[in-house]
């Protein structure tokens, strides 16, 4: 027989939704029928307390069903199709999008739950109402911890403090927020949290007269002056005074903050008038005062906060904000009901969580799996943020650190893509400088550029990051899938086949074979997966027709190809050196001069080695290097330099070493067209009174005198 939770519903819900309310109840009842949780109560009680919580903060029907039926699908024989039938898509797509991946095999724990926390977070960028359950359900979960065992409340604990309370923050709910964290601190730190809560407790005892008295002097001059308004005193949580004494090196004792005042008023515009009160009854401390209203947080939150100088002599923390303002602080992006409004019915502060929202799914979308997603949104959830402006003057919240390159991802995805330079506050600064507070940022783009793998060390945000991995992906497969074709051809070529010949039945016979698209085995052929002369081989045509009686030609390098075709950093060739193409897995076609000395002992393997030749019509600079010995003259270096420039170089890199004390060899890496370039460098230098020797130096300039293995030429 089924034991009974008899509760009522809602009481802000109209006759039908609570018959829905009460049905969703006993469906879940049903189900759940003889299961118990760890603490002994009947399992029902959890989803039932879920949708209480969610209760206070008003939510529709379909959430309040969804909460209840949240662990049906997880736990019970119920099904989703069960559950659609009888409650509607909504609520079927609400559970759906709360229930875990359990059911589906992974390759570790750590890649679960990064699955588990990917499919959450996209079920609620489409819906926010999956986060309010799922948060409702951890709070839940974490008030019911002391039953489970050690090992497993500790996991739960720091899961909640790694995910869900920064989304709580996020997201704006306060109240949750120092909920959560105080419960997590409390199961992972259990001997700290028992010390500071008696702290706590007998500061409260000391100072609850004198916080009274300050409370009342507040109220009674903002009523003098004709405002209505709401004084309280507050006290910060226990996790919030751990955080700072373990941050700061303080004490308890040291806290001065740990109780604040907080003070509601009816609008905008009372806001700054209190604050004017409270400055002109107490000293306002300098560099404390912080207006979250004309610059909300990242989370929305809003309100102005100012530290003064107490009668007593400590000082006093004060928060000041509308009624709708501490609404929103406390309950977040559920204060609002975004999922039944259009973006352009939002005020700024809920329009902020909602584009971070919709780029969930634009980071998803860049993201090669779950854990690169949730490494990408883990840095965003930190609302710790600098404000910075356009040239437009609109404000950015970008989190604490971001670059330039963070900012022009923020502004749109294209202005990233192309980002060549940037000006801060008028003066031209790298793409890598951190932005502070108050930065004035304009981008200047470039149509030429495109996102080089060295931004993904100075991006910080979730957004550059995946858009950059995104597009360094899908260039390195586009190269790789042009290099692939010239490989294929130039085989084709080998074995006498014209290449326009290949039809379609032998591409689709040939990609049933491999598993994989006629493009996939294209970039396999140009990352040195797969041997072009086998794929050849798979789709040569017999006809007599389709033969060519030329032999192939070199395939053509112009030294700009990128991730596929990249020069021999061993070696450095630069057009007119004799070239050779090695193929090497995983990393395409590296091209290396006749002569160097990394490659003497592959030669033998044919299958590895592309006859190769330079373009004719290269427009881009290379980088060479060279050895100057010369005698030490002062101002030797400066005449060396001029007379590169003379020659229409540039030079990218110089060190400098003494062997002898009368003599200096000075490396350089110089920008050159080509070796006739190169040579003609290398006379102008060698007209140069006191220089004796020069060399091509092959390989990097070291800081360090080069080794015995070095080649020079």
Not at 359 to 380: C, G, M, P, T, Y
Not at 572 to 580: A, L, N, V
Not at 611 to 637: E, H, P, Y
């Amino acid at each position: 027989m089924t034991a009974e939770i008899r509760v009522t519903a809602p009481d802000y819900l109209k006759p039908g939704e609570a018959e829905l309310f009460l049905d969703a109840l006993a469906f879940a009842q049903h189900w759940h029928e003889g299961q118990k949780r760890a603490d002994g109560q009947l399992y029902v009680s959890h989803p039932l307390a879920v949708a209480q919580t969610l209760a206070g903060w008003r939510v529709d029907i379909h959430t309040l069903a969804a909460a209840l039926l949240h662990d049906v699908v997880e736990d019970t024989g119920a099904t989703r199709e069960e559950i659609a039938q009888r409650y509607g898509e909504t609520v079927a797509s609400l559970v759906d999008g709360v229930t875990k991946l359990d059911k589906i095999h992974f390759e570790n724990k750590t890649h679960a739950q990064a699955e588990n926390f990917r499919k959450m977070l996209l079920a609620m960028s489409r819906d926010v109402r999956v986060i309010l359950i799922k948060l409702a359900d951890r709070l839940h979960n974490m008030n019911t911890l002391d039953a489970v065992p050690l090992e497993k409340r500790q996991r739960i604990a720091r899961e909640t403090q790694e995910i869900f309370i920064p989304i709580a923050n996020r997201l704006g709910f306060s109240h949750l927020y120092s909920q959560l964290e105080d419960l997590a601190f409390r199961y992972l730190h259990p001997t700290r949290h028992r010390v500071l809560e008696r702290a706590l407790s007998e500061a409260r005892g000391d100072r609850q007269s004198a916080l009274e008295k300050i409370k009342d002097e507040i109220s009674t001059k903002i009523s003098a002056a004709g405002l209505a308004a709401e004084v309280f005193w507050r006290e910060k949580h226990l996790a919030s005074i751990y955080r700072k004494m373990h941050e700061k090196h303080l004490s308890f004792a040291e806290i001065y903050d740990v109780f604040g005042f907080r003070i509601l008023t009816d609008s905008l515009l009372s806001c700054y008038t209190v604050l004017g009160i409270l400055h002109g009854m107490y000293k306002p401390i300098p560099g404390k005062f912080k207006d979250y209203i004309a610059m909300p947080k990242a989370n929305g939150y809003q309100s102005l906060h100012t530290t003064l100088f107490g009668p007593f002599g400590a000082p006093i923390e004060i928060q000041i904000r509308s009624r709708e303002m501490h609404q929103i602080a406390e309950t977040g992006i559920a204060a609002h009901w975004m999922y039944k409004s259009s973006a352009s019915e939002l005020l700024q502060p809920q329009l902020q969580n909602y584009k971070w929202l919709q780029n969930l799914l634009d980071i998803q979308a860049d993201s090669r799996d779950s854990a690169e997603f949730l490494e990408h949104i883990k840095v965003d959830l930190f609302p710790d943020a600098v404000y910075v402006f356009t040239p437009k003057g609109k404000i950015l919240s970008l989190p604490r650190g971001a670059t330039v390159i963070d900012f022009a991802y923020t502004v749109h995805t294209d202005i990233g893509n192309h980002c060549a330079a940037a000006r801060i506050n008028g003066e031209y600064r790298p793409l890598s400088t951190p932005l502070s507070n108050g930065d004035r940022v304009e981008i200047i783009t470039d149509e030429l550029i495109r996102p080089h793998p060295h931004w993904i060390h100075y991006a910080i945000t979730g957004r550059a990051r995946a858009q950059i991995r995104n597009h360094l992906r899908n260039r390195q497969q586009n190269e790789a899938t042009t290099l692939g074709e010239k490989l294929l051809y130039k085989a084709l070529r080998g074995l006498a086949i014209n290449p326009s010949e290949i039809g379609l039945a032998q591409w689709e016979a040939l990609t049933r074979a491999h598993g994989r698209s006629q493009g996939d085995i294209l970039a396999d052929i140009g990352m040195g997966k797969i041997l072009a002369i086998v794929v050849a081989r798979q789709l040569q045509v017999r006809d007599h027709d389709s033969r060519l009686q030329t032999s192939p030609g070199p395939l053509l390098i112009s030294g700009a190809e990128g991730f596929a075709v990249r020069l021999g950093k061993c070696c450095h060739p630069i057009p007119g050196d004799p070239i050779i193409g090695q193929i090497k897995k995983d990393q395409g076609l590296i091209i290396h001069a006749h002569e160097c000395p990394q490659v003497r002992h592959y030669r033998e393997d044919p299958d590895k080695w592309v006859d190769v030749d330079w373009a004719s019509d290269i427009k881009r600079v290379f980088s060479a290097s060279i050895c100057v010995t010369t005698i030490n003259q002062r101002g030797m270096l400066g005449r060396i330099a001029s007379a590169i420039a003379n020659e229409g170089s540039n030079i990218e890199d110089v060190h400098m070493d003494n062997p002898g004390g009368s003599y200096t060899r000075l490396y350089f890496n110089v920008q050159v067209k080509n070796n006739a370039h190169l040579f003609r460098l290398i006379r102008a230098l060698r007209s140069l009174p006191d220089v004796t020797r020069i060399q091509r130096f092959r390989g990097n300039i070291k800081r360090h005198l080069p080794s015995d293995k070095e080649a020079f030429t």
